[in-house]
C-alpha cells in the first residue's frame, strides 16, 4: 500500500474509532454520581486522553529539540515544530474540555490548582514556540531557540502529572493505579481504553502529516535558494 492510502486508511480508523467511542459512551457508559459531574463526567473519557496526547506529542517535541539542538537537521526541526504544534492543539482541548466538566462537579470553571497551574505553564510554552516559529524568521539561531523552549516545556510535563500526589489541589485522582478510587463501572474502563485509542491515533496522524508538510516547506524553501536568478 502506497503512503498516501495508508494515511488514508489509518485515518478512516481513527474516524470509525471516534464515532464508535462517542456511541460507547452515550448509549452504554452509565452516568456518574453527582458530585462527580453526572453525565457531564462523560467529558472524562475524551479529557484524559487528549492529556495523554498531548503528552505523547510534547514527548516528540522534546526528543526532535534536543537531537536538533545536537545535531540540526531538516528533519528533527520539523518533528520539533510538529510535536509543539500538536501539544498546543491537544492542549487546547484539555482547557476547554476539563472546565466544563469542573464547572459541573466543582460549580466554578477554573481553580489555580496545581496541576492547572503547571497545565497552563506548558500549553503557553507550546504556543509561544508556535507563535515564535510563525513571527521569528526561520533563521538558524530562531530554530535552535525554539528547540531550546522545546525542551522546556516538556520538562515541566512530569510536574503536571504528579502534582496531584505532591500538592494535593481540587483536581481529582480517579484511577486506582494514580490513588484514587477507580470508576464504578468495566464500561467506564472500556470507554477510557478506546479514548486512549483514539486520541493515540489522532495524534500520531498530526504528527506525522505535520512533520511531512514542514520537511516538504523545508524542501522547497533550499530548493528556492539553490535556483539561478533569472531576472537579472
Not at 63 to 79: F, G, H, N, Q
Not at 158 to 177: D, E
Request: glycine share 10%; hydrophobic share 55%.
Amino acid at each position: 500500500m502506497r503512503p498516501r492510502g495508508l494515511i488514508v486508511g489509518v485515518w478512516a480508523v481513527t474516524a470509525l474509532t471516534f464515532f464508535a467511542l462517542i456511541l460507547f459512551i452515550f448509549l452504554k457508559v452509565p452516568v456518574a454520581q453527582p458530585q462527580a459531574g453526572g453525565i457531564a463526567q462523560k467529558i472524562f473519557y475524551f479529557h484524559v486522553p487528549a492529556a495523554n496526547a498531548l503528552y505523547l506529542c510534547g514527548g516528540v517535541c522534546f526528543i526532535a529539540s534536543a537531537l536538533y539542538l545536537a545535531k540540526p537537521t531538516d528533519a528533527r526541526d520539523a518533528w520539533a515544530k510538529a510535536g509543539a504544534e500538536c501539544a498546543s492543539a491537544f492542549g487546547g482541548m484539555v482547557l476547554v474540555s476539563g472546565p466544563l466538566w469542573a464547572k459541573k462537579a466543582w460549580g466554578v470553571y477554573w481553580t489555580w490548582d496545581p496541576r492547572l497551574t503547571t497545565l497552563l505553564l506548558s500549553i503557553l510554552i507550546y504556543v509561544a514556540i508556535v507563535l515564535l516559529r510563525s513571527f521569528a524568521g526561520g533563521g538558524e539561531a530562531e530554530k535552535k531557540f525554539a528547540a531550546a523552549f522545546g525542551v522546556l516545556g516538556t520538562a515541566n510535563l512530569p510536574i503536571i502529572h504528579y502534582s496531584v500526589q505532591k500538592w494535593g489541589g481540587n483536581h481529582p485522582t480517579v484511577l486506582k493505579a494514580n490513588g484514587g478510587q477507580g470508576l464504578g463501572a468495566p464500561s467506564m474502563y472500556y470507554a477510557l481504553y478506546g479514548g486512549l485509542i483514539a486520541m493515540t491515533l489522532l495524534a500520531v496522524l498530526l504528527l506525522v502529516l505535520r512533520a511531512q508538510l514542514a520537511q516538504s516547506q523545508a524542501r522547497l524553501l533550499r530548493a528556492e535558494e539553490l535556483a539561478p536568478d533569472t531576472n537579472g
